[in-house]
């Protein structure tokens, strides 16, 4: 009981720590007074998580989510980046000057961090090349479809489980495609937008907005990730001693049984990263005690 509790609610608590741990260090550079776009940004944080925590603890229930298979369980994490970065991506109007001129050239990098990009990428190739060796591994069940992993026994047949093949992965890579183009295009379009009337503190703004765009797009590729890894340590664990006419008594597994406990403990550590960049994106609008002492100590000045 004990241990399915920890299974339960380590992964949420600790993304959570993680994530408390990453706001604050982060405080000094978050532009004060986000209104609206705090809200939109807890929005955006907080509605994956409730999600994505909701259906953990379902699934580990004996009725567990009806109807969920794992191409909708792979497929829901990335569903919910694409709608947290179309929500992170507005911006409410506010007042602009009569007259701004900026000769300054701005691109995609003016304002988005090259580590997130890079990060992006490696995530995209890691999880194309999985998918890629998962679906090339599967067969087709009874119904036609690339569902199941096989290991054939000699002449006795075979033996086999379900697999994060084709009929599950196909999906999943166009909703990836889509995320991916949506987070190229929020971060071109941010250095677009006419510039507010106080240009230093719009400034900050669009490097937030960049910056949790890409904890929300990266965020959802570990959380996807994780139901892969997962997936896949549960297809390791086929196996078992079975006997054939011409190779008698035999004992058999998958493949890749060796790897079986590194791939689960591979899939734990990518979704509590991707839930705690999700808890940094929802924390965005909390005040901190410095913000509100910034705010005390210009009141004072004479």
Do not use: K
Request: net charge positive.
């Amino acid at each position: 009981m004990v241990m399915m509790w920890v299974l339960l609610w380590g992964p949420l608590v600790l993304a959570a720590m993680v994530g408390l741990a990453i706001h604050l260090s982060a405080r000094r550079v978050i532009p004060r007074q986000l209104g609206v776009i705090g809200v939109f940004c807890a929005i955006a944080g907080g509605v994956p998580i409730l999600v994505i925590g909701s259906l953990r603890v379902a699934h580990l229930m004996p009725w567990g989510p009806i109807g969920f298979d794992l191409g909708m369980r792979a497929a829901l994490p990335i569903t919910l980046g694409i709608g947290a970065i179309a929500l992170l991506l507005i911006r409410p109007s506010t007042p602009r000057p009569a007259a701004t001129a900026s000769l300054a050239p701005r691109t995609m990098r003016t304002f988005t961090s090259l580590a997130w990009i890079i990060t992006l990428a490696g995530l995209v190739l890691v999880i194309v090349a999985l998918t890629w060796a998962a679906g090339a591994a599967s067969v087709s069940d009874h119904e036609g479809y690339r569902t199941m992993y096989e290991v054939t026994v000699g002449t006795a047949g075979s033996v086999g489980t379900t697999i994060y093949g084709w009929y599950y992965s196909l999906p999943s890579l166009l909703l990836l495609t889509a995320l991916v183009a949506l987070t190229i295009f929020a971060w071109w379009w941010i250095p677009r937008r006419a510039w507010d009337g106080d240009v230093e503190r719009d400034t900050a703004f669009r490097r937030l907005q960049a910056s949790n765009i890409g904890r929300a797009a990266c965020g959802a590729l570990l959380v996807h990730l994780g139901v892969v890894l997962s997936s896949l340590a549960a297809t390791s664990e086929l196996g078992g001693v079975f006997s054939s006419d011409d190779l008698g008594t035999v004992r058999v597994g998958a493949s890749f049984a060796a790897i079986g406990t590194l791939l689960w403990w591979s899939g734990e550590i990518a979704r509590v990263a991707g839930l705690a960049m999700w808890v940094v994106i929802a924390l965005t609008g909390m005040p901190t005690a410095e913000r509100r002492a910034s705010a005390h100590h210009r009141t004072l000045r004479p």
